[in-house]
């Protein structure tokens, strides 16, 4: 172990931009755990970035109340963590008729409830180091609106507001949290997307971002910033990356 070398938590790591940084933080000597229900996903994770430096673990973090036993044995088998950066989430465009309960407490439990609980139980004393510092997801979608996203804005705006709150009352402890808010990246969620629409729609959506579309290492790199001791003084903030969506 070099003495420089942290323990991070990456939960929806294993797709798109949560692997993105696992990559980056393994390549800059981290050891890091990664976290996302499909096996195959996992399987294809440890292929991919070959290293010894890689924990994975199967968990649904709908599983809300096993959160708890889930944190204690990582932390218990691996050290403290030094980070946890939460990247669970998905996309739901649904018209606000056609919205079922069911669904919109499915996608809060996944893109919100769990980084809420997540954190709660990481920011208990015996899990976590010095400096320790959270990073959400969130979305451009978390400050504007889109016709069929009620749920997943509502999800992203909520995460803004909740690391607000976690940053001032987790101060004293020395831990910090931080958004970040990407606009269209590639990635196999936005892949799904633009599946289910025709040429014309991904084109307009194209042209919305003046720097074309992200890659996932794009928000990586600023994720790799929040979550290091680099950005020591940044706390409760929400980075927008998103290629100049947001400013028209
Ligand atoms: N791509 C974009 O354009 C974009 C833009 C703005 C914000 N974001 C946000 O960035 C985050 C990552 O997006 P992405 O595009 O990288 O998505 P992605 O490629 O679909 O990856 C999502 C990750 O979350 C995991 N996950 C989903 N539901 C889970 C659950 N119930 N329990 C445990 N793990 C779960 C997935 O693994 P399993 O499926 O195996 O569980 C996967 O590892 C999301 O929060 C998304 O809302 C993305």
Redesign the pocket.
């Known amino acids: 172990m070099n003495s420089n070398e942290k323990f991070y938590l990456i939960?929806?790591?294993?797709?798109?931009?949560?692997l993105a940084t696992t990559k980056l933080l393994i390549e800059s000597g981290h050891r890091v755990m990664i976290?996302?229900?499909?096996e195959d996903?996992l399987d294809n994770a440890i292929k991919y970035i070959d290293s010894p430096n890689l924990l994975v673990q199967s968990?649904?973090?709908?599983n809300t109340s096993e959160i708890l036993p889930f944190v204690e044995h990582i932390v218990t088998n691996n050290g403290k963590l030094s980070g946890l950066i939460y990247?669970?989430?998905?996309?739901e465009t649904l018209p606000l008729g056609r919205m079922k309960p069911d669904s919109v407490e499915r996608i809060h439990k996944?893109?919100l409830f769990?980084a809420i609980e997540f954190t709660r139980v990481c920011a208990k004393k015996k899990h976590y180091n010095n400096g320790f510092s959270v990073v959400f997801?969130?979305?451009?979608?978390g400050q504007l609106g889109e016709p069929g996203k009620i749920s997943y804005c509502s999800t992203?705006a909520a995460l803004q507001g909740a690391a607000k709150a976690m940053a001032v009352e987790l101060a004293p402890k020395g831990i910090r949290v931080n958004t970040v808010?990407?606009?269209?990246?590639e990635?196999?969620?936005?892949q799904k997307l633009f599946e289910a629409l025709d040429e014309n729609a991904i084109a307009r959506i194209k042209s919305k971002h003046p720097l074309g579309l992200g890659t996932?290492e794009d928000i990586a790199n600023a994720i790799e910033f929040l979550i290091s001791n680099k950005s020591r003084w940044i706390t409760g903030s929400n980075l927008v990356i998103d290629g100049g969506y947001s400013i028209q």
């Open positions: 939960v929806g790591g294993t797709s798109g931009i949560g976290i996302g229900r499909s996903k968990f649904d973090v709908c990247a669970a989430g998905y996309e996944t893109n769990g997801l969130s979305s451009v979608m992203k808010s990407p606009g269209v990246v990635t196999p969620m936005s996932p």
